[in-house]
């Protein structure tokens, strides 16, 4: 299962972006899809994510501002980012785990979007 993120760039503090992420391949189900950022010289760390029914999870320090939705019928990820501040600055990845078309579990990682909060 392979995963294409789009949408990083840069953008001003207090601006806005939109990231998506579509997963591809042999898929069965998609049990959870979700983002994770890294910084420079820091771990990564989850962002967000939702599973199938739409329950969400996020991180403290993006509550309120950031918004994580999918697209179950094109096994579709977003993430709307509101007031965002230079912290957010940071190498954004999706990640989707569930079960391909064998029945076999799967847990994989798109390739990152850089997403850069400066004036």
Do not use: H
């Not at 998506?20 to 950022?37: Q, T």
């Not at 420079?40 to 939705?69: C, H, M, W």
């Amino acid at each position: 299962v392979q995963l294409q993120a789009s949408g990083g760039g840069l953008v001003q503090p207090g601006g806005s972006l939109r990231l998506s992420c579509a997963a591809s391949g042999s898929i069965f189900s998609i049990n959870v899809m979700g983002w994770y950022r890294q910084a420079p010289g820091k771990q990564r760390e989850l962002v967000a994510d939702i599973d199938s029914d739409g329950t969400t999870n996020y991180a403290d320090a993006v509550k309120g501002r950031f918004t994580i939705s999918r697209d179950n019928a094109k096994n579709t990820v977003y993430l709307q980012m509101n007031s965002l501040k230079p912290e957010d600055t940071a190498v954004y990845y999706c990640n989707a785990r569930g079960r391909n078309s064998a029945y076999a579990a799967f847990a994989s990682w798109g390739q990152g979007t850089q997403v850069t909060v400066s004036s």
